[in-house]
């Protein structure tokens, strides 16, 4: 894993060159280089048939490796769950003290290495054949001894690191990533994953609350509305107006059907134009009887939209049922709030 410089070692002071930006453009176009290099050299028959292992796989597809390369088999084993797959990493050190019970006979073993000689694969092999499991060895260097030993292999081209010394696994961890993260979506696309079921497995993201969330889920209701009947007087509403963080009173018959809306907006501007007249005023005089609604059952997301359309954005949405019975109400506050 990663770890902090020595203490002794005072950067500070180091005879540094500057960054150019020639130098910076020209490394990335080298790293695109050698990325082009593995795309072009990539074995589709190798890709397809361990494609199709994976989306036949009746257990669990396990992925592991050592190093960076545990980073990226962890991720990719992420990305997969999050596709609705059954994955999890399995670290080589703890399958050899207890974790390797975890394997089956229907299960896959994936190996991210790029030598192909990693001494903790290479003793994890046998441990995790004996447990039935399928190994697939994801390696770089030709002839290595885990594609030896492993059920299948797919060879991910690798022409060098960018690293100077060609040591740093810089480019070998891109084209790992970029070859599981592909796969992934192949898979995805296998499965016919939809938008819906990809937003259920990430409900506290934003992307998932967009596919999920619903303005019943949002929404205020019951003792929470700013309700009055339009013969109310305007007067006698304010702490009604003022007290449910909604901005607007919510105008009702006695069946509890929307009448109209008659918000904070509509009060500075009947107080303006009506003067001392305004105590004589009902709600249902001034409120606004054709107001923007929505029903429960449509997408929290559309709730959004509705609101900033035109002619002018508004900040809440009544919300009705089919004949038009006043349910909830949402505003963009609690939209908003809601991470929307």
């Known amino acids: 894993m990663g770890s902090l410089p020595p203490t002794h070692l005072d950067f500070s002071s180091a005879n540094h060159q500057d960054i150019s930006k020639d130098n910076l453009v020209s490394l990335f176009k080298s790293q695109q280089d050698l990325l082009n290099h593995f795309f072009k050299h990539l074995d589709l028959s190798q890709t397809l048939s361990f494609s199709r292992l994976l989306l036949s796989a009746s257990g669990t597809v396990f992925f592991t490796g050592v190093g960076k390369s545990a980073f990226v088999a962890n991720k990719v084993s992420q990305t997969l769950v999050s596709l609705s797959f059954r994955s999890s990493f399995l670290s080589p050190l703890d399958a050899l003290h207890g974790d390797i019970g975890a394997l089956s006979?229907?299960?896959?073993?994936?190996?991210?290495?790029?030598?192909?000689?990693?001494?903790?694969?290479?003793?994890?092999?046998?441990?995790?054949?004996?447990?039935?499991?399928?190994?697939?060895?994801?390696?770089?260097?030709?002839?290595?001894?885990?594609?030896?030993?492993c059920d299948m292999n797919v060879h991910l081209p690798l022409e060098r690191e960018l690293c100077p010394f060609n040591l740093a696994p810089v480019t070998s961890t891109a084209i790992q990533m970029v070859f599981g993260d592909t796969i992934a979506v192949a898979l995805m696309a296998a499965r016919n994953l939809t938008k819906e079921e990809y937003g259920a497995n990430h409900p506290a993201g934003r992307?998932?609350?967009?596919?999920?969330?619903?303005?019943?889920?949002?929404?205020?209701?019951?003792?929470?509305?700013?309700?009055?009947?339009?013969?109310?007087?305007?007067?006698?509403?304010?702490?009604?107006?003022?007290?449910?963080?909604?901005?607007?009173?919510?105008?009702?018959?006695?069946?509890?059907?929307?009448?109209?809306?008659?918000?904070?907006?509509?009060?500075?501007?009947?107080?303006?134009?009506?003067?001392?007249?305004?105590?004589?005023?009902?709600?249902?005089?001034?409120?606004?009887?054709?107001?923007?609604?929505?029903?429960?059952?449509?997408m929290a997301v559309e709730a959004m939209k509705k609101m900033e359309s035109p002619p002018s954005p508004v900040q809440f949405l009544p919300v009705v049922n089919e004949d038009n019975t006043l349910i909830g109400i949402v505003t963009l506050h609690g939209l908003v709030s809601a991470g929307l």
């Not at 009947?229 to 009702?252: A, H, N, R, W, Y």
Request: charged share 30%; glycine share 10%.
């Open 105 to 149: 006979p229907r299960d896959i073993l994936v190996l991210f290495s790029k030598s192909g000689a990693t001494e903790e694969l290479l003793r994890l092999v046998p441990c995790a054949k004996a447990r039935g499991a399928f190994l697939v060895s994801l390696t770089s260097v030709p002839g290595n001894p885990l594609a030896g030993v």
């Open 207 to 298: 992307i998932g609350k967009s596919l999920i969330f619903k303005v019943k889920d949002v929404m205020k209701k019951k003792d929470e509305l700013p309700v009055c009947k339009e013969g109310d007087l305007i007067m006698d509403q304010l702490v009604e107006l003022t007290s449910k963080g909604c901005g607007c009173l919510l105008v009702v018959d006695e069946g509890h059907r929307l009448i109209g809306t008659f918000t904070d907006g509509d009060l500075r501007r009947t107080l303006k134009a009506s003067g001392e007249a305004i105590f004589k005023l009902t709600v249902g005089e001034m409120c606004n009887r054709k107001p923007r609604t929505i029903g429960p059952e449509t």
